[in-house]
C-alpha cells in the first residue's frame, strides 16, 4: 500500500508540472571594432590598418658587418630572422617611421550617425568603436615615432648624464653623404653643459615592440643602435635672450659663440641649443 501511494503521488506531480519554457531570445553580438559595428548595422566597411608596414625595413647597405659590444654577434645579429640596422642612413630611415592614431573627437563640424561617420575621409583607419550617442564627432590624427633617442653625456667628473630628446637623424643638406644627428635642447641643460665642455655624444636609438616573440631586428622586441657622434660646432645653433626693443632673440653658430668672452656669452643669455653632430660610427643595440 506504501509503495502504491508513493506512485499515486509521482504521477501527481508529474501531471501538475509544465513542460520547460523554450528560450526563444537570439543571442547577440557586441562589436569591439568599428568595422564589426558597422557591419551589424548592414552597412559595407573594410578596415586598413595604417601601420602595417612599420617594421617593413632592408637595410640601405647588407653587406656593412655590424659591430656589437654584447653577448655575440649569433645572440643579436641574424638578418635571417629579423633585418638589422647597420648603417647612419638606416638611422635616417627607421627614425622617420611614424606609428599613426586615429580616434574619434566631440567636435560641432563633425558627424553624429554611423552612416555618416562610414564616409569620412580616412575612416578606414579607425578602429575604436563610434561613440554613436548622438553627439557630432571627427576623426583626428595624429602619430608617433616608433624609436626614441636617448642622448648620454658625461661632465668634467666622468658622472654620466642620459637624457630623453626628440632627437632625429637627418642627411645634411649640403652634403647627403653626411648623416647629423639633430635636435632642439631648449633650455642650458646638464647635456648642453656637458656637450659645451667637450663631452662625447653618443645616441642610443631603440624600437620596442611587445607584440612579438622575437628578440633581434627590426619589428622584433628589441631592436635599434648605438650610436657615435661628433659635435659639429658651425652647424649647432646658440639662441639667446631676446632683449627690449629687438625683433627676435639672437642666434649664433656654437663655434662664433665660443670666440666670445665670458661676458659677452653672459650678455648673450643661451636659452636653448639646436644639436647638430655627424654620425661617425654605428654598433650594434646588442
Do not use: H
Amino acid at each position: 500500500m506504501k509503495k502504491l501511494l508513493t506512485l499515486v503521488f509521482v504521477l501527481a506531480l508529474t501531471a501538475c508540472s509544465t513542460p520547460a519554457e523554450k528560450n526563444t531570445s537570439e543571442s547577440t553580438i557586441t562589436p569591439v571594432t568599428f568595422e564589426q559595428q558597422l557591419q551589424l548595422e548592414g552597412i559595407e566597411f573594410t578596415y586598413s590598418d595604417p601601420n602595417a608596414g612599420i617594421y617593413d625595413f632592408t637595410s640601405t647597405d647588407t653587406s656593412v658587418d655590424v659591430q656589437t659590444g654584447a653577448s655575440g654577434n649569433p645572440l643579436y645579429v641574424n638578418d635571417e630572422i629579423a633585418p638589422t640596422i647597420r648603417t647612419a642612413q638606416d638611422l635616417v630611415n627607421r627614425k622617420s617611421v611614424k606609428y599613426s592614431i586615429y580616434e574619434w573627437v566631440e567636435d560641432e563640424s563633425g558627424v553624429s550617425t554611423l552612416e555618416e561617420a562610414a564616409q569620412l575621409e580616412d575612416a578606414q583607419y579607425v578602429s575604436a568603436l563610434f561613440p554613436n550617442d548622438g553627439k557630432k564627432y571627427i576623426i583626428k590624427a595624429s602619430s608617433n615615432s616608433i624609436g626614441t633617442c636617448v642622448l648620454s653625456t658625461v661632465n668634467a667628473q666622468g658622472e654620466p648624464n642620459a637624457a630623453v630628446f626628440g632627437m632625429n637623424f637627418i642627411n645634411d643638406e649640403n652634403d647627403s653623404s653626411r648623416v647629423l644627428l639633430s635636435g632642439s635642447i631648449m633650455a642650458y641643460t646638464e647635456s648642453v653643459a656637458n656637450i659645451l665642455n667637450g663631452s662625447p655624444i653618443l645616441v642610443t636609438y631603440y624600437e620596442y615592440n611587445p607584440t612579438t616573440s622575437l628578440k633581434m631586428g627590426v619589428g622584433s622586441r628589441n631592436a635599434g643602435a648605438r650610436v657615435e657622434c661628433v659635435l659639429d660646432k658651425d652647424l649647432t645653433m646658440v639662441n639667446g635672450t631676446k632683449q627690449e626693443g629687438d625683433e627676435k632673440a639672437p642666434s649664433m653658430s656654437l663655434a662664433e659663440y665660443e670666440a666670445l668672452s665670458a661676458e659677452e656669452q653672459e650678455a648673450f643669455g643661451m636659452t636653448s641649443l639646436g644639436l647638430r653632430a655627424e654620425v661617425v660610427n654605428v654598433y650594434s643595440i646588442g
